[in-house]
């Protein structure tokens, strides 16, 4: 059982690219609270955040790349949220 993504369980879900941009943002609007604090913890919180979100858009390009080889192999996804690969 998926408790975010689109799953048999859970065809109101979301895309994994579409939750990955959320949690960018998130990380991205701390930044910005942070970004004119010069102590070392807080310089320090912010380069972590740095690279966490380029990981995070490296995350959604693959997550694409992902939805757009099923939706080419597949077609859509299904209304009843059932796997296009692999089983249930």
Do not use: W, Y
């Not at 979301?14 to 070392?40: G, H, Q």
């Not at 380069?47 to 380029?54: A, G, H, R």
Request: charged fraction near 25%.
């Amino acid at each position: 059982m998926t408790h975010f993504l689109v799953s048999d369980t859970n065809p109101d879900g979301s895309k994994l690219e579409d939750i990955l941009r959320v949690i960018r943002n998130d990380i991205l609007i701390r930044c910005t609270k942070i970004s004119d604090d010069m102590r070392p913890e807080a310089q320090q919180v912010l380069q972590n955040n740095v690279k966490i979100l380029d990981q995070i858009s490296q995350s959604i390009v693959l997550a694409e790349n992902s939805t757009q080889i099923l939706d080419k192999a597949f077609g859509p996804g299904t209304e009843d949220g059932s796997p296009r690969i692999g089983s249930e």
